[in-house]
C-alpha cells in the first residue's frame, strides 16, 4: 500500500506520540517479533539474550529498512543486510 511506511514510521509517531505507537506495535508486529525471538531462544536457536532489547533493536532495524527502501533504496541490499544479522543471531546460539 503506498504511504504505509510514511503513516506509520512517520505520520502516526507524529500525531499519536511514539508512546502510543510503541503500544500498537507491542500489540502486533512487536509483538509477534518478541514471542518468535523468546521461542527461538528457549529453543537454543539464538544465544539467550535480553528479548526485549533485542526485540526493540530488530524492529528498529526493520523500520529503518523499510523507510529507506521508500525513499529509493535497494530493497535487495536491506534484505540481504537484515538476512546477515539473522545469520549473526543463529551463529551466536549456545551448542
Known sequence: MPGRTRLLLLDGPAVLGRT???AIDLRH???T???GLA???REGAIAEGPVDALTGLLSAAFDRAAL???SGASAADYR???AA???GLLSARKR
Open 85 to 87: 544479522l539473522v545469520e
Open 80 to 82: 540481504s543486510a537484515i
Open 29 to 31: 508486529a512487536g509483538r
Open 20 to 22: 502510543e505507537m510503541d
Open 68 to 70: 529507506a527502501i521508500d
Open 33 to 35: 517479533l518478541r514471542e
Open 39 to 41: 521461542a527461538a531462544m
